[in-house]
């Protein structure tokens, strides 16, 4: 048997204290990162929502820029619904808000005559709501004001645009 020339002096481990100090330190630790996590979830929630509003808003505001361009019989109702005569889709074309809760965010719908519902994606914006308003500023000019909302009520986004109908009589 071979025997150590020097003994280890100190062979007694860690202290309890030491223990303790150390729990203390990882408990805080773990505490501080399970309090950020929530808040860097809602910024990200927060800017995807942004983001999806930016892209929404742009495929909207493109498709209603395009219809109203050559729209003809362009008006707004009286409950605030746009309606025109479509190139695409036909006579008496209704772009509104379907708005189950009552609180102005929806779902954008676009129907034709006899309440067909025409080929307009709503699964892009699944986890938005949306609140459109429509003003005619001059003749053939009209305004065109996009809200975004997230499942909570609160405002992600919002855009405002004039489109011009060219086929006005």
Do not use: C
Request: charged content about 20%; proline content about 2%; aromatic content about 8%.
């Amino acid at each position: 048997m071979v025997k150590l020339r020097h003994p280890v002096k100190n062979q007694k481990g860690f202290t309890f204290f030491e223990v303790v100090v150390t729990s203390v330190i990882i408990g805080i630790m773990v505490l501080a990162i399970a309090t950020m996590t929530p808040a860097v979830l809602n910024i990200y929630q927060n800017n995807l929502n942004r983001s999806q509003s930016r892209l929404v808003s742009s495929t909207i505001l493109n498709f209603l820029l395009d219809e109203l361009r050559f729209a003809q019989e362009v008006a707004i109702d009286g409950s605030g619904n746009l309606t025109y005569d479509s190139n695409r889709y036909g006579s008496d074309v209704r772009l509104s808000v379907d708005d189950p809760d009552g609180d102005g965010y929806g779902t954008l719908v676009l129907q034709g005559t006899e309440d067909q519902w025409l080929p307009f994606d709503v699964k892009q914006y699944a986890n938005l709501r949306v609140k459109v308003s429509f003003a005619e500023e001059n003749v053939g000019l009209y305004r065109i004001n996009l809200t975004f909302a997230n499942r909570a009520g609160h405002v992600v986004n919002g855009v405002s645009v004039v489109a011009q109908a060219l086929n006005i009589r």
